[in-house]
Structures are given as C-alpha cells and as structure tokens.
C-alpha cells in the first residue's frame, strides 16, 4: 500500500493474497488439538453446577418438595421456577437447583418427587383447530389469515391453464442440533461486577441480558465467547439456562455452570418451525406457469411459525396475464416455540414450491431444468440469467445431460433406481452499520485486530485477521484476532448472513486506516517520500527494511485505529442452484443420497476455502431435514419421544455423499456478502425431486422416510 491510496476499495481478485484464496482457519489447531475452550468447558474455583427441572407434559399444575431437593448433600440452591398455575407448554422449567457436583445436581433434581395435576392440552395442528379445543393463546389457536394478491384473479389464471397440480406439502418440527447446547457459565460473586461465558450468537446482547438480572450496570457485566459449538439460529440472547445461571449465581455468590442436556435442548432449545401449505399452480402447454395459489399453516408450537409466503421464487412479478395468492396463518400448541433457523421459513416454502415446480414439469413431459429457465426471469419477461446459468453448470456436474429418463419415472423399475432432482434458492444477505473493530500495530511488530464478533464456527476469526494481513502485506500468522468478548468493540449479532457484509467492511476499514496511518509514521521518521507495504517489507521504491525494522521506529504507544462500516464494501443478494443424485432401493425403501451439488453466488469470496465448508454444512442440514429429522411426540400422553441423538437422527460421517460446492465466479462484484443462510434451501427439495424421478413416487411430507416410499411404490403397483 502506498501514502497516496485513497480508497479501501477491495484489491481485484487477481491481486489478494488470502482474500478470495484457500485459507485454513486460523483456529484449526486450537480445535483439532482441544485447547479451544468453549462455555461447556469452564472451570472455575468454587464452581456450582446448575440443572432444571423441565415440565415432561404440556399443561400440569406440579407440586414440588423442595426442602427434600435442600436437604440432598452437596446442593446449595433450589429456586422454584413456577407458581400455582398451569404450564403453557411442554418443557416449561419448573424448578432449578445448583450443586458442588453433577451426581449431587441429578440427586437434587430427582429429590424435587414432583407431582403432576394434568391440564388439557393440544400438541397437532389437527388438535389445536379442532373446535372446543383448549387454548394456547388468549387469541385462539388459529391466527387470522395474512393474504397478499387478489385470489380471484389467481383463480381466473388458473381456468386458463393448460395444466393444474393441486397438491399438500408438509414439514415437521426439525431441531437446531448444534454440537454444544445452549448454556451460560454465571461468575458472580455478590460485588459490582459479573462475567458471563456463554455459548450465544451475540456476545454483546448477553452482557445486557445479564446486567438486568444481576441489577448491574451493562459496562460491569463481561461477556465472554471465545468459542462456540453452533448454532444455526437458535442461540441469540441469555436465553433460558443463561438466565436461571444468573439467578442462581445470585443466589449463592458463586459461579455457577448451567449447560443444557440434549434432551433439556430438544424440549427448550428452539426449532425450525414446522408448515402445511395447499397449493394450485398451472402452466400453459409450453411450459410458461400462469398462476398459483396457495394456502399455508405455520406450525411454530406457542410462537408464530415462519414462512416467506408463495410463490418461493418463481413469477414473483405479474407478467402476460400471471397472478398469485397467498394466505398464511399460525397454528398455535402448546410445545415448545420455533426460532430462527438458518434462512428462516424458506427451507419450508422452498419445499413445496420446488416440489410444485416439478410435478407442473413432469405433468407436461418438460426436462424440469428447462421448465425451471424458462419461469425464472425478471419482471419484464426477461431471462434471469444468474438462475439459468447456475442450473446449467449443476446439472452438468451432476450428470444430467447423461441421464437416462429427464422428462419422467422410467416405466418399469429395477431393485434399484437412480435419479436426479434440483432446487434453486435466493437470499438477502446484506449488512448494515453495526461493527467497530480496532487495529493496532506495536512497535515490536506484533498487529492485532479486535472486535466483540463471535465465531459460530463459521470462520469469522480467521478473515478478522486475514484481511489485516492482506492490507499490510504480512503473514497471516503475524496477526492475532482477538473476538468474542463485549469489552472489545460492538459486533453485530451473527444472524440472516449478516455478519460477513456487517464485520467484514468495518475490518476493512480499520485496516486500511491503519496501514495509512503506519505509512505516514514511516515517511515521518525516515524522511521517504513514498512508503509502500509488501510480502518483502517497507520500501520507497530504492530501499527496503523489515518489517519488524519498520515497526521500531513508531511512537512508543504504536499505532490504534478503529473501523467502521463502509457500505460500498458489501453487497446483497444472493442466488444458488442444487442438485441432488440418489439412488433408491425399491424393495427397501431405502434411500442413499449419492451426489450432491451446489452453486452460490457470494460477491467476493473472503475465504474461499471457508466458503465452500459453509456450502457442504448447508447440504448436509437439508439432506438430514429431507431424509430423518423430525420431532416426535404422542399427542395422547402428551410426551416427547424423541429426546437424544440415539432416536433423532442426523447425517452421520457413513451418510456422506459426494459433494460438490461451487462459487459461482461468474459474479464479479468486488463487494462481500453472506452465504449461510441460502446454501440450506434447497437440499431437502432436491432430493425429494429425485427420488421420483428415481421411481414416480412423489413424497410430499418431509422426511422422505422408507416407508412413505414403500407406500408410494405400492400405489404404483
């Protein structure tokens, strides 16, 4: 870099050397090694264990023995969480305790001997809209209809329609599953002063949380996030095991260490929300869709649910007589409610609009790819030219070309078929002013760049650090990246891929100051006209010192300087193609996913390297949310099934197919953005896509399960 740079404009693509590069994570070796320490592996001296004791059952009124859980050696607080009324949902926590050991924590919960006096309650949809059923909300079960277009004009489309596929698609209720659980270490010990570990999505939304709680200032409350094991959404704020940390941390003036059970997860810790939606949707016999109407249901336990509406993607704009109509509502039980789930809502409508978009294409023996091109296009007819030649380039990596039956099922089956599906995703992306990270060079040659940002495991720490060193021309190990702690400068909470377009310009900036302000102090006292920064030093052109040579000569504070946000740094909007090959065993019912490929569009890649990680990562979760992954519960008995990994299955390392994650270089933009919600789309629809083009059997209840397959082969004949 040289004095007379302006602009910290990123450099062409051409000329990076870690942005837009492969760049192993920064924080590989920590993780691979176990030294990383995450919330869970806290230890501090006098350190209490905190559990809860969850409601098992939707609506109970409980009477607890709470001088029994007292007496139990080694428990030091028991706080009842409910009064005299009933519960509003299954897992509602009824009672907390902390104790000096986990065995003395579990003694204390089961000496709670709780008694149940059974409530009504309604945990299906079906249930909860049938009339006399009890209430979850003081407003009824069922919200009223939100609607957007005019369904008379939608259903006069439709009448002049060459072809009509009516059909129902649903979702269930699938599980964030992060690695590590939701959970809080609480240190305090009764002074003006608290820190907080927490495994959060937010380092600086927790400090405040917990100031309420503790009745302490914010600036005296220290949150602490060096490393977290996921969490996809579900992981924003103090949350439940965060909050009842603090109060028992108050209570007893000791640290407390409260992390959830898989099973305490799976009953409190959030979800994706679950979703039927009725849909009509017709095309002309050239394959041009002329309309669609659909009815959706949003299943979000005692929240609302998510769902963007319909059509997902396609014809979002009239265009030669096309019109649409929606109606969404929420039906309310009483479990517990969805949260955030990587790309909110749109893994569900992705589903049915992709699933529609299929079976209009196979209905009029159209290649579904050339069906999907030709509905894809903008709102004055014209082709939308990222979608098609992202559609093209995943159905030549996966074959499709080559691929036997592309206009439909072959008409007799073996033992085993192969087939092929696609789905396509858009998403927002954008940042906003939020960030502020600082850069500081010592005269020792040591640079770190610091902001509060957490690190979900999707590489923040390392382009924190990469960038810098991109900007002063050093090693990348020269720089440490200090993030995650709410006393270093704000970081916005890592949601909806903001962070990437958020923090990313900010670090940019402060770099760029920073190497402008270390170029002046060089000129200054060496007396050079012209400083350049580069992989071989400091030089004016005709003489060239080290690094470290370089750094001696600043003032003796060195150099400070803060970023923040630069909008013609990031971008929006993004767009992405999958596709899906799978082979289905039709006397099993078994089906193996083979081959998975993906495209995205992101600007300018920070870590290519990390990027396409994030793209495997979102083909995995919906290759689980396609095949196994729901919750189950007996409505009768009013239990979850389904409490630990043993019986809620997600894509294991023997599940792995092929992947192939592809950054669409075609975008050229020299702006940033987020690719971790879009990559999740469009799996699960994919293979739902391939599996009849596989055996004509057209699954449309997520998961696609054995025997809904064995069923459907049935109905074949």
């Not at 059952?57 to 080694?74: D, I, M, Q, S, W």
């Not at 799978?582 to 081959?595: A, F, H, K, W």
Request: with cysteine; glycine share 12%; net charge negative.
């Amino acid at each position: 870099m040289s004095t007379s740079q302006e602009s910290p404009a990123w450099k062409p693509r051409s000329e990076t050397r870690y942005v837009n590069q492969d760049v192993p994570r920064v924080d590989g070796p920590v993780k691979v090694t176990g030294r990383a320490r995450y919330t869970h592996d806290i230890r501090l001296p006098g350190m209490l264990i905190g559990r809860a004791l969850l409601s098992p059952y939707p609506v109970v009124k409980v009477t607890l023995n709470l001088e029994a859980a007292r007496a139990v050696p080694g428990v030091e607080a028991v706080i009842a969480e409910i009064g005299d009324g009933f519960t509003s949902r299954l897992g509602q926590p009824l009672a907390m305790l902390a104790a000096r050991t986990p065995e003395a924590a579990a003694d204390g919960l089961r000496a709670l001997d709780p008694k149940y006096e059974f409530g009504d309650w309604v945990l299906t949809p079906e249930d909860a809209k049938r009339e006399g059923a009890p209430n979850v909300s003081r407003r009824g079960n069922v919200t009223r209809e939100q609607t957007d277009g005019r369904r008379d004009d939608a259903e006069a489309a439709l009448e002049t329609s060459d072809v009509v596929v009516e059909a129902t698609y649903t979702a269930p209720v699938q599980f964030h599953a992060c690695l590590e659980t939701h959970g809080s270490v609480c240190d305090f010990r009764g002074g003006d002063e608290a820190t907080i570990y927490c495994s959060t999505q937010f380092t600086h939304g927790v400090a405040g949380d917990a100031a309420e709680i503790l009745d302490l200032p914010e600036n005296k409350v220290h949150c602490i996030v060096h490393h977290m094991g996921g969490g996809f959404g579900a992981k924003f704020g103090l949350d439940i095991p965060g909050r009842l940390a603090c109060l028992l941390s108050k209570e007893t003036g000791k640290p407390v260490h409260f992390m959830f059970k898989r099973a305490d997860e799976f009953l409190s810790g959030g979800n994706r929300s679950g979703s039927r939606q009725t849909m009509r949707a017709g095309a002309t016999k050239d394959g041009r869709m002329l309309g669609m109407v659909a009815d959706i249901d949003k299943y979000g336990g005692v929240n609302g649910g998510s769902n963007p509406g319909q059509p997902y993607i396609y014809h979002r704009n009239t265009r030669d007589g096309y019109a649409q109509f929606h109606t969404i509502r929420s039906v309310h039980t009483h479990t517990d409610g969805n949260r955030a789930m990587r790309a909110p809502g749109h893994p569900q409508a992705n589903f049915a609009t992709e699933s529609m978009v299929d079976e209009l294409a196979y209905a009029l023996r159209m290649d579904p790819v050339e069906f999907r091109k030709k509905n894809l296009v903008h709102a004055d007819g014209s082709p939308h030219e990222v979608y098609h030649r992202q559609l093209d380039r995943v159905a030549r990596e996966i074959g499709w070309n080559e691929h036997a039956h592309r206009t439909g099922p072959p008409a007799k089956l073996a033992d085993k078929m192969v087939g092929i599906g696609f789905g396509v995703a858009a998403w927002g992306s954008g940042g906003g002013a939020s960030c502020e990270v600082d850069v500081k060079i010592a005269r020792d040659g040591s640079v770190i760049s610091a902001v509060g940002s957490q690190d979900l495991g999707t590489g923040t720490r390392t382009y924190v650090a990469s960038i810098v060193a991109e900007e002063l021309g050093i090693p990348l190990e020269r720089v440490e990246a200090q993030i995650g702690d709410s006393r270093l400068g704000f970081g916005n909470p890592s949601g909806g891929s903001t962070t990437v377009p958020s923090l990313a310009p900010a670090v940019k900036v402060a770099a760029f100051e920073a190497a402008k302000a270390f170029t002046e102090a060089i000129a200054k006292a060496t007396g050079w006209s012209d400083v350049t920064l580069g992989v071989n030093g400091v030089s004016n052109g005709s003489e060239t010192m080290s690094w470290n040579d370089a750094c001696s000569m600043l003032p003796p504070g060195g150099i400070s300087v803060r970023g923040t946000y630069d909008a013609s740094l990031s971008t929006a909007g993004v767009h992405g193609a999958q596709a899906a090959k799978v082979e289905v065993d039709t006397r099993t019912g078994e089906t193996r996913v083979l081959e998975m490929v993906a495209i995205q569009d992101v600007g300018m890649p920070l870590n290519r390297l990390a990027t396409r990680s994030q793209i495997n990562g979102g083909m995995i979760q919906g290759m689980g949310y396609g095949l196994w992954e729901e919750r189950v519960l007996d409505p009768v008995l009013g239990v979850q099934l389904n409490l630990g990994m043993e019986e809620y299955k997600i894509p294991g390392s023997m599940d792995m197919p092929r992947m192939t994650a592809i950054l669409d270089d075609d975008d050229t933009r020299l702006a940033v953005t987020g690719v971790g919600e879009p990559a999740v789309v469009p799996g699960q629809s994919a293979i739902a896509n391939a599996i009849f083009n596989a055996t004509g059997v057209r699954l449309r209840d997520l998961p696609l399960s054995r025997d809904k397959i064995i069923a459907g082969l049935a109905n074949l004949g």
